[in-house]
């Protein structure tokens, strides 16, 4: 049972996905990468519509999706905001600005204490807060 759970735990990986969702395309093994990206009940859905064309091509689509996606997307949608390894490895996390992060910090605070008045609205404030954590990286 460690070893699921551990799987389960690993970012999942762009690659993987793809060639997952691409052997749905061509065998009758559809949805596992619905399974592999923890999505287990639109992998359920597409093992009841094997005999059908819609999980096949539906996959095809998919399998192009992921990789079209920057990774950061991918990471955002699929492995909850954690960066997988790759990912990692390839930002530079000394060029973020300690004093930066600090005024980023001050602000969104500042911009909680507006919405919380009702001087903005919650789409304003989650628009503003998106871009402060935008600029911080």
Not at 37 to 50: A, D, E
């Amino acid at each position: 049972m460690p070893v699921v759970g551990n799987l389960l735990s690993k970012p999942k990986n762009r690659k993987v996905s793809a060639l997952l969702a691409l052997v749905g395309v061509v065998t009758p093994l559809v949805g596992l990468h619905k399974f592999y990206l923890r999505q287990p009940l639109w992998g359920i859905l597409y093992v009841l519509l094997f005999a059908t064309p819609i999980p096949h091509v539906a996959s095809a689509i998919e399998a192009f999706w992921y990789l079209a996606q920057e990774p950061e997307n991918f990471d955002r949608r699929f492995n909850f905001g954690v960066a997988s390894d790759s990912a990692l490895a390839s930002k530079d996390s000394a060029s973020i600005d300690p004093n930066r992060v600090g005024a980023t910090a001050d602000a969104l605070r500042q911009l909680e204490q507006l919405r919380q008045e009702g001087l903005i609205s919650e789409y304003e404030f989650e628009q503003k807060r998106r871009q402060l954590l935008d600029d911080i990286a």
